[in-house]
């Protein structure tokens, strides 16, 4: 007989829900199902759930309740919808190391027992002579890694796939938050603007917030570094609209967190935060190895819970500094399953163990070469003037919707900056007035321009 798998957490609701046949409300499922899921996320699988017609709301405001869809059959009986039990699920290979820690995580909360932030786990590591990822491991992400023309200035080979790379890490590392936005939703918002239908507003937002910061590292790949002042830009961006307390966007956290699912309980206290927060910075900032270096902050950015919240989705994006900085392929987390992500931030959490967070780091560098290097001999020239001119573009675009003037020629040309050479100064007006033609709420962050400003500029320019 084949050995049972663990029932997964889709299946998990499921089965709470089709407990209360007369529905059940959020409060109280939350309270059956917060051992392997947060309120939030919860909501937004309800919100799936409903869309997908697999279940049922009923009521309004406090008083909605939730209960399992029914199937009709063709003799006219209804039937409640079963609740199957996993026998599958999505993962990835993983190591004998990555089996004990999967082992481990899976085993019910009330088994695991709780610990704290192990500051030795940080202390032990040193620059260059520690590594997680072996000599070969690194040699192989870098052979698969490196494009033919790797000596060209930092980002360029981001630049060239940055059109598809904001779809895919932007819909990639969304997912794994729970996000419902499906790949073609988030191309749709990404390209035209148009939010997906049956959405939380917040998905949206986690989407666009993902655009934004994934063009600050392509854009600004010669200044972003893992400096406090870029981790605490990406977090802005990335936190945008999201948290309760707006002051919480880009700063050390002043309250204590949880990690829902977990017994692990990290630091409390602001101060100690900011010192380890700016000690693991400086510690990456010294990794030679930009694989290593990812890796390094994908382990311990999460693990030290630096802000309120929005951390996991800091690290995979700050992963990405080093892998742009030197050239080489992105990371965009496409295909990679939610629970073995998850399971692998377990495993740092609660055992300072890093090898199943490994395995899916190494799987899923190799799943984003396979895109983006076979992509890349499809794409087309970049555009080398729009890129040499790509700063003052953005500081012309973001002044004229600023100053809630019409795109005219006359208006474009007295706002050039001087850094545009005078014999290139008809093709930039061309070039912004292009831009505006294209431009639209869903894509006006590029230059920096804030929704409300977008909606200003298009009421009152004339």
């Known amino acids: 007989m084949p050995k049972k798998l663990a029932i997964d957490t889709e299946a998990r609701i499921s089965a709470e829900i089709a407990g209360h046949q007369a529905g059940v409300g959020m409060d109280a499922l939350h309270a059956l199902v917060k051992d392997v899921i947060s309120r939030r996320s919860l909501q937004r699988r309800l919100a799936q759930f409903v869309a997908e017609g697999k279940v049922v709301r009923e009521g309004n405001q406090r008083g909605v309740r939730y209960r399992l869809a029914s199937v009709s059959v063709e003799a006219g009986i209804t039937l409640p919808l079963p609740v199957v039990e996993a026998t599958a699920e999505a993962y990835i290979p993983i190591s004998p190391e990555g089996e004990e820690i999967r082992a481990h995580v899976r085993q019910p909360r009330q088994m695991r027992t709780p610990v704290g932030y192990n500051q030795s786990f940080l202390e032990a590591y040193y620059p260059n002579e520690t590594w997680y990822l072996t000599a070969e491991l690194r040699e192989q992400l870098r052979q698969i890694g490196t494009p033919p023309d790797d000596e060209r200035p930092a980002g360029t080979f981001a630049r060239d796939i940055l059109h598809r790379l904001l779809i895919d890490l932007s819909w990639a590392s969304s997912r794994l938050e729970g996000n419902t936005y499906s790949r073609l939703d988030t191309q749709r918002l990404i390209e035209l603007g148009q939010a997906a239908e049956g959405k939380d507003a917040l998905e949206t937002q986690m989407i666009l917030n993902h655009k934004a910061a994934i063009e600050l590292l392509v854009n600004e790949a010669d200044l972003v570094d893992f400096t406090p002042y870029s981790v605490f830009s990406l977090h802005a961006l990335l936190s945008d609209g999201l948290l309760a307390d707006g002051r919480a966007c880009g700063r050390i956290r002043h309250r204590p967190v949880d990690i829902g699912g977990s017994v692990y309980l990290p630091i409390a206290m602001p101060q100690r935060l900011g010192e380890l927060f700016s000690i693991i910075l400086a510690m990456a900032k010294e990794i030679r190895d930009p694989f290593e270096q990812a890796f390094f902050v994908m382990v311990h950015l ?93 500081a012309v675009v973001k002044t004229i919707v600023l100053q809630q003037q019409s795109p005219t020629t006359d208006v474009v040309t007295t706002t050039i900056p001087a850094e545009v050479a005078e014999e290139d100064r008809s093709k930039f007006v061309k070039l912004v007035l292009e831009e505006f033609e294209n431009l639209h709420e869903g894509n006006a962050i590029r230059f920096g321009i804030r929704p409300l400003e977008f909606a200003a500029w298009q009421e009152n320019a004339k």
């Open 302 to 394: 999460p693990y030290l819970q630096p802000f309120e919240d929005v951390n996991k989705r800091v690290s995979r994006l700050a992963a990405n500094i080093p892998l742009i900085r030197h050239n080489l392929c992105p990371l965009s987390f496409i295909d990679v399953p939610e629970r073995p992500y998850v399971e692998a931030m377990l495993g740092v959490y609660e055992l300072n163990r890093v090898e199943l967070l490994r395995d899916v780091f190494v799987w899923a560098y190799e799943r984003s070469c396979q895109q983006y290097l076979a992509i890349r001999q499809e794409l087309v020239p970049p555009d080398t003037f729009r890129l040499r001119y790509r700063q003052a573009l953005s």
